[in-house]
């Protein structure tokens, strides 16, 4: 067991188990249920059948005591190396029956005030976990002033918005559902809607021991997102290439008298044939990893630091958005932003916090001249005297080098 693992079982070792009424119909419920998330189809398929979800069938589904275990959390070849980061809330463990009640409610437009927007709406798995919109679009077509982050890989990063005004992915999630121009809401509204709803009152009452409460939804909601995890790109295949070739690179040459060794190295090409980057990629994650400087701020096994910076967008009118600022009050702060991960960046144009980016060629060429000059600039800016070809091999390895698979998952079969 990781050392992830053990501080996670140390953070829920004192909490009571939501499912602790199905330890005495069966032992097992109290051992934990080891899954790969990103990898597990099941995790996200949804309760079985066709059609609404109905009482009964969501009756069955939550009787069964497996579906209450707390999950024993791994993740999948690339994102793994960001193990040490994840991050479940005590009070909030991971079990596959409120993962699936997540499910529903993040697909359900019933949460907003005219049954038209869901949190799909805004993070949406057919624009990879974004909207191709320049800002999120609520209840009557209203529009936000940021663009929708993405709601993937989320299980490793704690504040949550473009300003980390959300401590936990648990608080943001039920921030929309009040907000007057995303859902339109009130969490009262809410919970009296869930309530009145069979299917829903029997899951809650069987997920958690207190019930339908906004806390809960936003629980549920939280364990879905953090199931939604990325898989490997052919940049972590190549990176394996490149490790093994370093670390052994006195044995190539004698490979065929270490017959494991071959095989290893042999498995490894084998894989980046089935991943392949083009030559124009391959030279754009060295100029990435060098000359490019992005792992200034993309760093680590999810492209993040998780900081916040002013790049200076948007910063050139009167009246900018100073993001962090608003929440810190602290003068370094103003105009500064998120860093969002680069796994999958390719699927979810525009970019920046207010999608004024509708390209990456674009992001790489604001990036290239050092962004746009303000008092509060941080000061990983610099001009990168990249060629034109240099900046097109960048973009070439955000597209090719860092785009892998996104978990299957069931977006309809919603409650009756």
């Given at each position: 067991m990781s050392a992830?693992?053990?501080?996670?079982?140390?953070?829920?070792?004192?909490?009571?188990?939501?499912?602790?009424?199905?330890?005495?119909?069966?032992?097992?419920?109290?051992?934990?249920?080891a899954v790969v998330l990103g990898e597990d189809e099941s995790l996200l398929s949804g309760i079985p059948g066709q059609g609404l979800l109905s009482v009964e069938q969501a009756t069955e589904w939550m009787s069964k005591p497996e579906v209450h275990q707390e999950l024993q959390i791994d993740l999948p070849k690339g994102i793994k190396a960001a193990l040490g980061n994840v991050f479940i809330p005590a009070d909030n463990p991971m079990t596959r029956a409120k993962i699936e009640l997540g499910r529903q409610l993040y697909f359900d437009p019933r949460l907003?005030?005219?049954?038209?927007?869901?949190?799909?709406?805004?993070?949406?798995?057919?624009?990879?976990?974004?909207?191709?919109?320049?800002?999120?679009?609520?209840?009557?077509?209203?529009?936000?002033?940021?663009?929708?982050?993405?709601?993937?890989?989320?299980?490793?990063?704690?504040?949550?918005?473009?300003?980390?005004?959300?401590?936990?992915?648990?608080?943001q999630a039920i921030g929309p559902i009040a907000n007057p121009i995303e859902m339109g809401n009130t969490h009262d509204a809410c919970i009296?809607?869930?309530?009145?709803?069979?299917?829903?009152?029997?899951?809650?009452?069987?997920?958690?021991?207190?019930?339908?409460?906004?806390?809960?939804?936003?629980?549920?909601?939280?364990?879905?997102?953090?199931?939604?995890?990325?898989?490997?790109?052919?940049?972590?295949?190549?990176?394996?290439?490149?490790?093994?070739?370093?670390?052994?690179?006195?044995?190539?040459?004698?490979?065929?008298?270490?017959?494991?060794?071959?095989?290893?190295?042999?498995?490894?090409?084998?894989?980046i044939e089935k991943h392949p980057?083009?030559?124009?990629?391959?030279?754009?994650?060295?100029?990435?990893?060098?000359?490019?400087?992005?792992?200034?701020?993309?760093?680590?096994?999810?492209?993040?630091?998780?900081?916040?910076?002013?790049?200076?967008?948007?910063?050139?009118?009167?009246?900018?958005?100073?993001?962090?600022?608003?929440?810190?009050?602290?003068?370094?702060?103003?105009?500064?932003?998120?860093?969002?991960?680069?796994?999958n960046i390719a699927l979810s144009p525009p970019y920046m916090h207010d999608g004024s980016q509708e390209t990456l060629e674009e992001v790489v060429a604001w990036y290239n001249k050092g962004g746009h000059p303000n008092k509060w600039l941080s000061d990983k800016m610099k001009p990168l005297n990249l060629t034109k070809q240099e900046e097109a091999d960048v973009v070439a390895f955000m597209k090719e080098g860092l785009t892998g698979a996104f978990p299957k998952i069931q977006t309809g079969r919603l409650p009756l």
């Open positions: 992830a693992f053990g501080t996670v079982a140390a953070l829920t070792a004192s909490t009571i188990r939501p499912a602790a009424v199905f330890a005495a119909e069966n032992e097992s419920a109290n051992t934990k249920s907003s005030s005219d049954n038209t927007i869901s949190c799909a709406s805004c993070h949406n798995p057919a624009e990879g976990y974004g909207a191709q919109t320049r800002f999120g679009v609520g209840v009557d077509g209203q529009e936000g002033g940021r663009n929708s982050p993405v709601s993937y890989n989320r299980i490793v990063s704690q504040a949550q918005f473009w300003d980390g005004r959300a401590a936990t992915l648990e608080d009296a809607d869930l309530a009145a709803n069979p299917v829903y009152k029997l899951q809650f009452n069987k997920v958690f021991e207190d019930g339908i409460s906004i806390e809960n939804v936003g629980r549920a909601l939280a364990a879905f997102e953090r199931a939604i995890v990325t898989g490997p790109t052919p940049y972590d295949f190549q990176k394996d290439l490149d490790t093994f070739e370093t670390v052994f690179a006195d044995d190539l040459e004698y490979l065929d008298e270490e017959p494991e060794l071959k095989e290893q190295y042999d498995a490894i090409k084998a894989a980057m083009s030559e124009s990629a391959k030279r754009g994650m060295k100029l990435f990893f060098g000359k490019a400087n992005c792992t200034a701020c993309h760093a680590g096994a999810n492209f993040t630091d998780e900081q916040y910076h002013n790049l200076g967008v948007g910063m050139e009118v009167d009246q900018p958005d100073l993001g962090r600022y608003e929440i810190t009050k602290d003068e370094k702060d103003k105009g500064a932003f998120k860093t969002p991960t680069l796994r």
